[in-house]
């Protein structure tokens, strides 16, 4: 079975969510980031599936850590969701996630990107798009 990164071996920003879901920030770069999670039963719903908002949380994660981070030791840019978006595609064939996000433009107070979750397969299960607000460090 496949492996995350500890949480002292993972970028920063480690919350109780990522304790209790078990997902890792995997990659960052300055126009790219991914966060992954390795599936277990905390993450389906009553059918045995995994539950939408597994995906979505996938997806804010991703996309938040890339517009809010302007490296992985400084987050400089504080922000907060305006709008995220879910599109269902698939079913994973294994159980290891991989949301990517990329840069789809922005300035200095808004800032959009775009994911894509897949699992280790390549298989393409859901896609997403996000708008965050940028506000000044306190």
Partial sequence: ???LPDIENSYPLYSGLEETLG???TIWTP???QTELIL???HMNIAGRVHGGIYAMLIDDAAGFLVCWSSNTVRDK???TLNLSTEFIGAPTVPHLIATATRKGGGRSIAFA???VRDA???LLAT???TYKLTRPK
């Fill in 1 to 3: 079975m496949t492996e």
């Fill in 23 to 25: 997902y890792r920030r």
């Fill in 31 to 33: 126009e790219m980031a």
């Fill in 40 to 42: 277990d039963k905390r």
């Fill in 78 to 80: 504080p922000g907060v």
């Fill in 114 to 116: 775009g994911v894509e």
């Fill in 121 to 123: 397969a390549g298989v």
């Fill in 128 to 130: 997403g798009s996000a």
